[in-house]
Every structure is written in structure tokens, then in C-alpha cells.
């Protein structure tokens, strides 16, 4: 009898109470709600260009000048930018340590792994969130039990109990807190890919910047040796003359200490050089004593004619480091609704189904099944504050992350403004120097053939000297800041990662768009 009994629950009541259960989580699901703020990115900051005034359509060029040094730059608006800029500067021995440096950087494959994380912390909530919990359980207990449990006056009984089972339990998220965690989750997958993008860009315009840097400072170490050996040479003339008796004393003590001021500028030129190329080794993921490493000259590079200028509201778009702070914003936003949800009732639904029996072969009789249907209901009424609290504080962290947000955009367009100004600028002073050091040259030529004549002292040869020394250093540095501040340009604009190829690990993130009104609530 009792087993017929358990095979009609079975058969008949069991199908009935788990067709109501199925309906019940299906209505629920669909009528569930996603409490919190529906994120949208704010918009971009007004305006058409980055600067208080309008850029000239084109850089002023310097004649004169070996390569394209001195050529003019053409400003293009709203032009894309091509995912290998660094290509434009027509240099090989770049683009070989850039791919070398692309494959092997331990930032980047950190950023990779920080991705992946990302990924799989979302795939696990993912799977406690919105898909029921399914656990087989087998055991076996010695038990003993006494008999005044039972209203008996003495007596107790040992007994061996074996079971075994199939335990379901799903939470049903009537009011979105898990889908706003899994908001969030996407969005942290979001700020990560933009790290990437971040650590990406970085990489790739350090190694421009620094490998500029050390083509100027090897024609900075090369002119000053030059000068220092025509110094050298004056030096014995001099000497010679002062033997002769031709000149004082003087002016040979003054030559000499002249020299030793020039040689003096090569051991902190050349500390620079070195550190520069201990630098370019590490980002190319090397240790500093590798020697393979290409050495730059300034004539390995070719100036890039056009130069792209994106729209401020195109480079919101952009640059990864505000594409990252939009990630975190949106995370921020859907913690407030995870905050929220925590202040609604939360239902929870269990089911098992198994055997227990005094025997293990007992599991296997009809008489042993056993099973459970549960639904629990929470609804939080006093937590001395602490929901409430927890919602402001995401609420505050928002207000943060907007803010930062801000921050990011405004030193974005700082740093377009910057780079934009800098090489208008930078042609203008290519060109002042470059008269300069005509002038300079063509004085200290004057002044030497002068001062053989005697037509002047030889302080003013030393002047002379001086002023072209400097010159002929300032004129190097002058065409190296043209390249770099191009780099930083392309770096500012986002350096066109948008079409650059990815890795397998870095895919297209993906966001979530939460839908449905928060629903109007108590304080808890």
C-alpha cells in the first residue's frame, strides 16, 4: 500500500507540483524588473575643435633641412588614423622592434591574462545567476537515536542510514540584482579590454618616442665631438703660435678651458643615450644588455606630411583611457542597482529527489523514495541601516567614477591641445633655429678669418664658438621634437587601435543595456 501510494505521488502529483513550479519561475522571470539606473554614456563635451583659436591648415616649413626635417605638416580633420601609425615615419628598423616588441612585452600579456579574468569571472556568475544549482548527494551515517524522542519511557536504537539524492535550488531574480551583477561583470570586461587597448598604444608610443629620443642624442653626441675636435685643433694652433710667441698665455688657457667644457657635455649625453636604449630594450620585453637592438639615427625617419585631427566628440570614442573610465562608470551604475535589489523580497525554490533506506540495496526499493518541494520568501524589514547605507555608498561611488570620468576627457583634450600647439610650434622654432645656426656658422667663420688677420681678440672667436655650439645642438634638437610630439599627436587621438589587429585573446566586448524602471522602495 505505501508503495502504491508513493508511485501515484510519483507519477501524478510530482508532475503536477513541478509544471506549477516551472510556471512560477517563468512568470516570475518574465515579469521581474532590474532595479537601479539604466546607464547611458554621458555625452561629449560641446565644441568643434580643442584650442581657443583654429589651428593654420598647415605647419610652416624649413628649407634647407636634410630629409623631410623641415617639411610642412598638413592639419586633416576628422581623417582616421591607421591602426600601425608608427608606420608613417617610413623607418624599418621601428617597425621590426615594434612587432618584436608587440609579441614579447610582459605588460601586454598581463593585460591579456587581466582580459581573460574578466571573461571567467562573468562565465562563473553567469552560472550561479541565472541557472538553477543541480548537486548529487550520497552518504551514509551511524546514527543513534533514544527512545524518549518518541514519547517512549527508555530504551534507544543504533541504526545505519545510507541516501541518496538529486538536490535543485534556484533563486529566482525578481528584481534584478543578478542581472545588474552581471551588468557589472560585462563592464568590467569592457574596462580591461580598454586597458589593454590602453597598455597597447602606450607601448607602441614609448618606443617611437624613445627611439627619437635616441637618434637626437647620438647627432647630439656627434656635432659636439665635431665641435670638440675643431676646438682641439684651434688648441694646437694656438699653442704653436704661443710657443712662437705670437700669442699670450692667455688666450691658450681660455681655449683649453673652452675645450674642456664641451667634452664635459658628452659623459651626460652619452648617461642619457645609454639609459634611453636600456629603456627601449625593456619595452621590447629584453633586458638591458641585449645587443640585437637597432641603433637610430634622425635620417632612419621620414616626417609624416598629414597628420589626422580628430573631432572632440570623436575621440570620446577613442582614446582607451576614456573608454575605460566610461567602463567603470557603467560598473558604478549597475552596483547601485545591485544595491537596490538587495532591499526586495528575494524568493528562493528547492527540490530534491532521492532514496533512503537502512541498507544500501534498500536504496534501490520503491518504498525508499523520498523527495522535497520548497519555496522560501525573504524580505529584509530591519538591518539597523546597513541596506540603505550600502545604496547611498554605491550611490556615491557613481558620483566618483562621473567624476573621474570627467577628469579623464578634460586631460584628453589637454593633451590634443598640447600636441596640437606643440608642433605648430615646433615648426616655428625648426625654423628660427635653422637661422640661427646659419648665422652662428657664418659668424664663427667670420671671426676665425678675422682673428688670423688679427682684426679681433680672441675673446670674441671664443664667443663665437660658443654660440654656434650651442646652435648646432638646439638646431638637433629641434628636429627630433618634431618627431615626438607627431607620436604624441597619434598617442593623444588614440593612436587608431579601432583598426589594428588583435590577438585571439582580446576580442570586441560586449555591454549590457539594462531595460527596465527601478520600482519605487522602502528604506531598509
Not at 38 to 52: K, Q, V
Not at 74 to 98: K, M, N, T, Y
Not at 103 to 123: I, K, T, Y
Not at 367 to 385: E, K
Request: aromatic share 6%.
Amino acid at each position: 500500500m505505501n508503495g502504491a501510494w508513493a508511485c501515484v505521488v510519483c507519477r501524478s502529483c510530482r508532475r503536477r507540483v513541478l509544471r506549477a513550479a516551472m510556471a512560477t519561475v517563468v512568470g516570475a522571470t518574465l515579469a521581474a524588473c532590474a532595479v537601479g539606473p539604466d546607464y547611458h554614456t554621458p555625452a561629449p563635451p560641446a565644441g568643434e575643435r580643442f584650442t581657443p583659436e583654429p589651428l593654420p591648415d598647415q605647419t610652416v616649413s624649413t628649407p634647407g633641412m636634410p630629409g623631410t626635417a623641415g617639411a610642412s605638416q598638413q592639419f586633416v580633420v576628422a581623417r582616421d588614423i591607421p591602426g600601425e601609425w608608427w608606420s608613417l615615419f617610413h623607418c624599418a628598423p621601428l617597425d621590426a622592434l615594434i612587432r618584436e616588441a608587440l609579441a614579447n612585452s610582459p605588460n601586454l600579456a598581463a593585460a591579456q591574462a587581466a582580459l581573460r579574468q574578466a571573461r571567467e569571472n562573468l562565465n562563473a556568475e553567469v552560472g550561479s545567476a541565472l541557472y538553477p544549482a543541480i548537486n548529487a548527494q550520497v552518504g551514509a551515517t551511524r546514527e543513534k537515536i533514544s527512545g524518549l524522542a518518541f514519547g517512549a519511557t527508555s530504551g534507544s536504537t543504533e541504526f545505519n542510514l545510507y541516501n541518496a539524492s538529486v538536490n535543485v535550488s534556484y533563486s529566482l531574480d525578481l528584481f534584478g540584482g543578478a542581472r545588474r551583477e552581471l551588468e557589472a561583470l560585462r563592464a568590467q570586461i569592457d574596462y580591461q579590454q580598454y586597458q589593454w587597448q590602453a597598455a597597447y598604444l602606450a607601448l607602441t608610443a614609448n618606443l617611437v618616442t624613445a627611439s627619437v629620443r635616441e637618434a637626437s642624442l647620438r647627432a647630439q653626441i656627434a656635432a659636439t665631438e665635431q665641435i670638440a675636435a675643431d676646438q682641439a685643433q684651434q688648441l694646437e694652433l694656438l699653442t704653436r703660435q704661443f710657443d712662437l710667441g705670437g700669442v699670450s698665455q692667455t688666450a691658450v688657457l681660455a681655449q683649453r678651458t673652452t675645450l674642456a667644457q664641451t667634452r664635459a657635455t658628452l659623459p651626460p649625453l652619452q648617461q642619457a643615450l645609454d639609459q634611453t636604449r636600456h629603456q627601449i630594450a625593456v619595452l621590447a620585453g629584453k633586458p638591458p644588455s641585449d645587443t640585437s637592438l637597432p641603433q637610430f639615427q634622425l635620417s632612419d625617419f621620414s616626417l609624416p606630411q598629414t597628420l589626422p585631427v580628430s573631432l572632440p566628440s570623436a575621440l570620446v570614442r577613442q582614446r582607451p583611457d576614456i573608454l575605460a573610465a566610461d567602463a567603470l562608470l557603467h560598473q558604478a551604475s549597475a552596483k547601485i542597482g545591485v544595491a537596490a535589489a538587495a532591499m526586495y523580497p528575494q524568493l528562493n525554490l528547492t527540490a530534491s529527489y532521492g532514496a533512503q533506506a537502512l541498507t544500501p540495496a534498500g536504496l534501490f526499493r520503491s518504498g525508499s523514495t523520498v523527495w522535497s518541494l520548497g519555496a522560501a520568501l525573504l524580505q529584509p524589514i530591519f538591518r539597523g541601516g546597513q541596506l540603505s547605507a550600502q545604496k547611498r555608498a554605491a550611490v556615491a561611488a557613481y558620483d566618483q567614477a562621473g567624476a573621474q570620468y570627467q577628469q579623464t576627457v578634460l586631460l584628453a583634450f589637454q593633451n590634443v591641445a598640447d600636441s596640437l600647439r606643440a608642433l605648430d610650434n615646433d615648426a616655428r622654432a625648426l625654423a628660427a633655429q635653422a637661422e640661427a645656426a646659419d648665422a652662428a656658422r657664418n659668424s664663427l667663420a667670420l671671426s676665425e678669418q678675422q682673428y688670423r688677420l688679427g682684426g679681433v681678440s680672441y675673446l670674441a672667436l671664443l664667443d663665437a664658438q660658443r654660440q654656434y655650439q650651442q646652435t648646432v645642438v638646439a638646431l638637433v634638437q629641434a628636429q627630433a621634437a618634431r618627431y615626438a610630439d607627431t607620436a604624441a599627436l597619434f598617442q593623444a587621438t588614440g593612436g587608431g587601435w579601432w583598426n589594428a589587429p588583435q590577438p585571439p585573446d582580446v576580442k570586441p566586448a560586449f555591454k549590457t543595456q539594462a531595460k527596465s524602471a527601478a520600482p519605487a522602495g522602502s528604506e531598509q
